[in-house]
Structures are given as C-alpha cells and as structure tokens.
C-alpha cells in the first residue's frame, strides 16, 4: 500500500515551458486536492476534485488546470510556468465523508523551480 | 485577516522540555481540529484529530480545543530530536472546508 505517490520529485522549468503533475493514490478514496505550500503562506488549495468526474477551484487556481483521470489519478498542469509559482506542491486524498474524519494523506511532494 | 493563525516561530527547545503551539481561528463554523507533522522535505502527516472542546492525549502529545476562545494548542511532553519538524494546525468546517495555519517550526536540540 503506497498510499499517495507523486511525480516527478523535482523539476526546473524556464518561464513559459508547460509541465503535468502527477499524483496517485491506492486507498480507493473519492477526494483529491492540489496545494502549494510557500513560506510563510502555509498550504494553499489550488484545485480539488469530491469524486471522480468533478474538478473545482480551491484558493488560488489562476495558471493552473487538473484533471482527474480516474478514481486513482489526479493531475496537475501548469500550462506556461512563471516564477511565481515556484513552490513545492503537494497532492493528498481522503475518504467520503460519512466513512471517517475526513483526514487528508498527502503525498511526498514536487519542488518546482521556474527560472 | 486570516481565518486561521499560527505563529510560524521559529521554537527551538532543549531535549526533555514541554512544548506548546497554538492556533487562533476567527470562522465560528469550525467544527473539527487537527495538528499536521511534517518533516524536512516530507508531505504533512496527521498528528492528532479532534472535534470537541477540552482535551485529548495520545502518548507524549495531547490537543486541546477551546471553542469558545477559538483557540487550539498542541502540547508536547518530554521533548525528543525526533520530534523536530513543522507542525500545521488545521480545521474544517461543517460543509467540508479545511485551513491550515501557516505552521511552526520547532527544532528540539539534545
């Protein structure tokens, strides 16, 4: 049982180069979420998705698109990188509501640098 | 104004001390608690979960919950090395939102 995987573990990008992020979780949960994590700035919600088949924004959303392939795998693509979201970004997962606390496990993150 | 504050530290203690990190929320819809651990180059892990007022242990560490002062605290008995790391607090709301606090960075020194 891996629980949430990630790749790649790090990655340089030049400005205006695009990029996917991948994640995957065996626990066969419904939710899954991107953050960022910035100093300072705590973990911020880029995107969500409840189940599969729906995606939503979460707290910053603007340069960013998801897509949530299936139950298991939820990306994240940054279409033309810029500097400000150099960042280390993490993709967790939880099970439904109703079945436990609601407790998201994160996965091991990617640092992403855009020169 | 944030809704959940924490302050980022950084704590630094010797081996053996009592450690106490705290947040503050301003959302009264808040119902349920968490503390996060996350280690240097690691993704968070989950701590401790609570969803009432007053306190619950689990070994070494035990959360507190004050509602009605919107105020949360970890405490950390007989610090360890081990327990060097980021500590995030976190808290959902009734309809599923969850914020986390900026996170403290305590270093426990032998």
């Known amino acids: 049982n891996a629980g949430v995987t990630q790749t790649p573990k790090f990655q340089v990008l030049k400005t205006g180069q695009s990029m996917t992020l991948q994640c995957a979780q065996d626990?066969?949960?419904?939710?899954m979420y991107w953050y960022r994590q910035d100093p300072g700035m705590g973990l911020r919600l880029i995107y969500y998705?409840?189940?599969?088949?729906?995606?939503d924004k979460g707290e910053v959303p603007n340069g960013y698109n998801v897509s949530r392939l299936n139950k298991r795998e939820f990306s994240l693509r940054l279409e033309s990188a810029a500097p400000s979201q150099t960042s280390v970004y993490f993709c967790a997962s939880s099970a439904p509501r109703g079945m436990s606390t609601d407790t998201q496990y994160f996965g091991p993150g990617t640092r992403l640098t855009v020169l | 104004q944030k809704e959940v504050e924490q302050d980022p530290g950084p704590l630094s203690v010797p081996e053996g001390a009592i450690v106490s990190l705290n947040c503050t929320y301003s959302?009264?819809?808040?119902?349920?608690f968490m503390w996060y651990r996350q280690y240097s180059r690691k993704g968070p892990e989950l701590l401790m979960y609570?969803?009432?007022?007053g306190n619950k242990e689990d070994g070494r560490f035990t959360a507190q919950v004050d509602k009605s002062s919107k105020y949360i605290s970890l405490f950390i008995r007989d610090s360890q090395p081990s327990d060097s790391a980021t500590y995030l607090c976190a808290m959902i709301t009734s309809y599923g939102k969850l914020t986390f606090g900026q996170g403290t960075i305590l270093t426990v020194h032998p």
């Open positions: 609570t969803y009432s007022s």
């Open positions: 626990m066969n949960h419904n939710s």
């Open positions: 959302n009264s819809a808040f119902q349920y």
């Open positions: 998705s409840a189940s599969e088949g729906t995606t």
